[in-house]
């Protein structure tokens, strides 16, 4: 729960004014919690004294705030994201670890419905061919088993399948992408905020992401797949590929007129 270093609190009362759940009050010039909270953080953030702490999180973690460091200019988000592109062929090399540190930490740091932070990153790398098995020999079972009658949302699979048996480097679901990240969540919009947020951190790493719903769907509906994983039981949410381009664009890609209403 959240607690407060009395000898710290100079009572100025910007934590009260900042609680969503009017859980704080100011007696005497120094703040107090009346009862357990959902642990927002924002106390702890607004707090110019360093009097708020949560022990049950990572405190190590918190930083100061250094408006040197944190100017974004408009102009450049925008000309980032006008940039970014979905990429569907990676160079063969392995992605460094602490760029999938920022990755999970770009995730983690990601605003959550209610503050659940519920959100699980599975980052696959190193046993990435025997993912690749485990999902392949998944549709090959259900071809064998369902014949003609597969369900018409199967059917992609099945070719898919065919193609990269033809041609192994065919890869329609892996796109020969060295990472796959799963994100669990009970929260569909938590891990698609995540997700977003980790392929902002991936574009300024120079990397390259797809969103792969085929990928994700077939996973979902492996229970010995989400077995191996670690995450029996939960639901993939969010399913991406990661790695560095084997492509450049040297230019924005074209879109509709904005489809908008001012009012």
């Known amino acids: 729960m959240v607690k407060i270093d009395i000898e710290r609190c100079v009572g100025c009362g910007k934590c009260a004014e900042d609680c969503i759940a009017h859980n704080i009050e100011v007696t005497d010039r120094k703040a107090s919690i009346k009862k357990d909270c959902l642990q927002c953080g924002h106390c702890v953030a607004v707090c110019p004294a360093g009097a708020v702490s949560i022990p049950e999180y990572e405190m190590e973690d918190v930083e100061e705030y250094d408006a040197a460091g944190f100017s974004l200019e ?5 000309h980032s994201m006008k940039f970014r592109r979905s990429i569907r062929n990676y ?3 392995k992605v460094k670890k602490s760029d999938l540190e920022l990755l999970l930490q770009a995730g983690r740091y990601t605003a959550t419905a209610k503050n ?10 190193e046993e990435l061919e025997q993912l690749r098995s485990i999902v392949w020999k998944f549709i090959d079972d259900m071809e064998k088993k369902d014949g003609h009658h597969i369900q018409r949302d199967l059917l992609p699979y099945v070719a898919f399948n065919r193609r990269r048996k033809a041609n192994p480097q065919d890869d329609y679901l892996f796109r020969n992408a060295p990472v796959v990240l799963f994100i669990t969540s009970d929260w569909p919009l ?4 995540a997700a977003a947020n980790i392929e902002t951190m991936a574009c300024s790493l120079g990397m390259g992401v797809l969103y792969d719903g085929y990928l ?3 996973s979902d509906a492996n229970v010995e797949l989400k077995r191996w994983l670690g995450i029996e039981g939960k639901s993939i949410k969010a399913c991406m590929l990661l790695g560095y381009p084997a492509i450049k664009y ?7 007129a904005a489809n908008v209403i001012w009012r």
């Open 74 to 78: 408009p102009e450049q988000v925008l």
């Open 91 to 93: 160079k063969p090399e």
């Open 116 to 125: 659940n932070q519920d959100c699980c990153f599975i980052f696959v790398q």
């Open 190 to 193: 938590d891990a698609g905020l």
């Open 216 to 218: 994700d769907r077939i």
């Open 250 to 256: 040297t230019r924005t890609a074209p879109r509709r």
